[in-house]
């Protein structure tokens, strides 16, 4: 299930078939699943984690920061994005409804997905869409450069300005936006976007945004979109390369679906990307959280520390941690 931006969910079960389904009962079945699915009874409370504080897993971060800080000062590349991961264990099976209900309800601004499979769920809210086709309209919205909510509109005010106003923030959001306005500008007719970067309040953090509006050329599926753009920088690095080969040095664990495209695609080659951020890997009673930063030029490990904290708020509030 994908929930869009503008309220919109698409819902798409998929179910091998055989000679022998009886596919009136089978659509009785998938029917009745949506409705529950739906349905506007509460869920069952999300338990606490019983055991292990909501804190990363023992990562090395800042060595991990310094050391990417220093192929940026070595000139090897210019920005890297590196994750990080958080373990919580649950007191019982955890309830992918539950986190649905909170992340919907407390980021209505966000796609929310949930991928369930062999007894895990992939589960998040993106705030990042990748890239929107609607006939002929393309639209892909860039975030890069955070800073806290504050706790009033006046100092939201303040940290909106700071953002906008900080160089650090602002290099690190226009190699994004150099990297989107090529690639699209490659696909479409009269490209647009703001020139100056605007912010993107959510629940828990605001961001540098910028939106780009186009005309697709020739007869380009959604998915030739997110072949041209994925990975940008906001979840890979630049160049793109370089950066990659330091993710694999330095992570030390498997993104799996982490920072992946994740949408819809209808039959006529329209669809709907966001960026798999702002996510979790549900296992039994297990939750696997990601948070991932944008290192430049000037960043310093401690701030970088406290915006990874940040990213994890949505799935830790949606799971109940303390």
Not at 97 to 108: G, K, M
Not at 140 to 152: E, H, I, K
Not at 214 to 227: I, Q
Not at 283 to 289: I, M, P
């Amino acid at each position: 299930m994908v929930a869009s931006a503008a309220g919109q969910c698409s819902l798409t079960f998929n179910v091998a078939l055989n000679g022998r389904a009886d596919i009136d009962e089978l659509r009785k079945e998938l029917a009745s699943q949506a409705q529950a699915l739906f349905s506007q009874d509460e869920p069952p409370p999300q338990p606490f984690p019983a055991s292990g504080e909501a804190e990363p897993m023992a990562d090395g971060w800042g060595g991990k920061v310094k050391e990417a800080l220093e192929a940026i000062n070595d000139g090897k590349l210019s920005k890297v994005t590196l994750a990080r991961t958080m373990k919580l264990q649950s007191e019982s099976i955890i309830s992918t409804e539950a986190i649905l209900r909170s992340l919907t309800t407390n980021y209505p601004e966000c796609r929310t997905f949930a991928f369930c499979r062999r007894g895990t769920c992939f589960i998040g809210a993106s705030p990042e869409e990748l890239v929107n086709l609607n006939g002929a309209n393309v639209t892909s919205t860039c975030l890069a450069g955070s800073a806290p909510r504050g706790d009033s509109e006046i100092e939201d005010v303040k940290l909106s300005n700071w953002l906008l106003g900080n160089e650090k923030e602002r290099r690190e959001h226009k190699v994004v936006v150099d990297w989107v306005s090529e690639r699209l500008g490659a696909l479409c007719d009269e490209l647009r976007w703001n020139d100056i970067p605007y912010v993107l309040r959510l629940g828990n953090v605001q961001h540098l945004a910028t939106s780009f509006a186009g005309y697709r050329t020739d007869a380009h599926c959604v998915l030739d979109f997110v072949e041209a753009l994925h990975p940008t920088p906001a979840v890979g690095g630049m160049p793109l390369e370089p950066a990659l080969e330091l993710i694999a040095k330095l992570e030390g664990f498997d993104r799996g679906w982490y920072t992946g495209p994740v949408g819809w695609v209808d039959g006529y080659g329209n669809g709907e990307f966001a960026i798999a951020i702002r996510c979790a890997l549900l296992r039994g009673r297990e939750a696997f959280l990601y948070a991932g930063d944008g290192i430049v030029a000037g960043s310093d490990p401690e701030t970088e520390d406290r915006e990874t904290t940040m990213k994890f708020k949505p799935l830790l509030t949606a799971l109940g941690a303390p």
